[in-house]
């Protein structure tokens, strides 16, 4: 076996068991889909209480559903009109989505909202993206116009600056052709490791732009977007949290705190209505 595959192994481990983790064996949703939660209801007009309508972005190997069964319905009780959009698509590739290039992502993002604003009547929307969604929606805000249509910008352990994996992805330099694979068949990953080409346009000149309120949520026990300060963003309107200063006992690490984590979803709701905003504690799960 060659060296460069052997050590891509633990690298291929790790993103395949985020890929089962994500996605449930009996999964088959087409995209906008509307699951019986009710969320994707291009009938549901936003209140006054909340005003703009919710879109939420999957991350890599995720889809429109299976990433937000937890808060999706979490935000849709709590009064939010909710949607939810399938993204990055590869030919041939079933359910796994996010993994095409993030520019290319972001272009179909451009054309959700704008749907969405255009179902709903609003003006603005609030975004709210894991992983790699956290990431690709600040490519539209700060390359296709998004800053005009988003008020919020909330990222889940998203991917600001790259990840190293652990550390894996600064071994690949050292193996020819590794690159060129990721490359090739998921170009996402590739836009994510730390000092790709996508990254380096998307942060230079500020990590932010005006008018925008972006509100970064993260867990020191997150194995995939490393390190985890690295998901922090630095500008005017940002707050940038990690939940363990909330509750020392939340041991969730990058899948759980977008799945389950009703900490994160807590939080979430603050960055939705900093107006309202209450304190976020341990003894949040219960609410």
Known sequence: MLPWIRALRPLTALLLTAAIALVPATTAHAADARPASGWNDYTCKPSAAHPRPVVLVHGTFGNSVDNWLGLAPYLKNRGYCVFSLDYGQLPGVPLFNGLGPVEKSAEQLVAHVDKVLAATGATETDLVGHSQGGMMPRYYLKFLGGAAKVNALVGIAPSNHGTTLSGLTRLLPYFPGAEDLLDEHTPALADQVVGSDVLTKLNAGGDTVPGVRYTVLATKYDEVVTPYRGQFLDGPGVRNVVLQDLCPLDLS???????????????????????????????????
């Open 253 to 287: 690490e990058h899948l759980a705190i977008g799945l389950f984590d009703r900490i994160a979803f807590h939080e979430v709701t603050n960055a939705l209505d900093p107006a309202h905003a209450t304190p976020t504690t341990c003894a949040s799960v219960f609410g």
